[in-house]
Each structure stands twice: as C-alpha cells, then as structure tokens.
C-alpha cells in the first residue's frame, strides 16, 4: 500500500513539475505564423523548399521569404488571402509584411 502511495505521490509531483515547467519555459510564438499555415494548402509537400507548410509560414512571417508562390500548390486564392491577411496583421511596430507573388 505505501509502494503505491509512494508510487502516486510521485507521478503527481512530476505531472506538477512538468505543468510548471511547460509554462516557465514555453516559446512564444508569434500568431500570425499560423495564420499564414492557415492559408496554405497544408500538403506539407516540400516543393517551397521548407519541410511543413508550418516552416514555409514562419520564414514568410520572419522575413526569410518574399515570394509567397513559392509554394507551387497554392493557388492564386491562397496567395491574395495570405497578403491580405498580413496586410491586416503588421508587427507590434505596425510594420507590414509585404510579399511579392
Ligand atoms: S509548397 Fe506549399 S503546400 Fe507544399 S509544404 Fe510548402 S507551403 Fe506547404
């Protein structure tokens, strides 16, 4: 019986442990990241050069990428709803993200 109090006690310590640390030690990441995801076909094909379309969307929010028709399965529809929705969305700064298609 006390190997199993012992045994619980313990888990329930570590699971508490975990909960903080998940909280202390969490990456803010910015929104609009998957905003752009959002946008994108979601084939996480690789034809833009990026492993996810969760990486593709975070090079465009960070810069590292200009040309949205880089991703080939994206459509004319997906390109516009991406621009405009980072047109809506500028940095804290209100700096825009501009992309050429
Ligand atoms: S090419 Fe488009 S669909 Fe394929 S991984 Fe890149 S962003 Fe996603």
Redesign the pocket.
């Known amino acids: 019986m006390a190997a199993v109090f012992t045994l619980a006690l313990l888990g329930g310590l570590l699971g508490l442990g975990l909960a903080i640390a998940s909280e202390v030690l969490a990456v803010e990441q910015d929104p609009r990241i998957m905003g752009v995801k959002e946008r994108?076909?979601?084939?996480?094909?690789?034809?833009?050069g990026?492993p996810?379309?969760e990486a593709?969307a975070e090079a465009i929010v960070t810069g590292e990428v200009k040309k949205v028709t880089?991703?080939?399965?994206?459509k004319n529809s997906n390109y516009n709803a991406i621009i405009q929705y980072l047109k809506e969305h500028p940095d804290e700064d209100g700096t825009i993200i501009t992309l050429e298609k």
């Open positions: 994108l076909p979601n084939l996480d094909c690789g034809a833009c990026y996810s379309c593709f880089l991703c080939k399965p994206g």
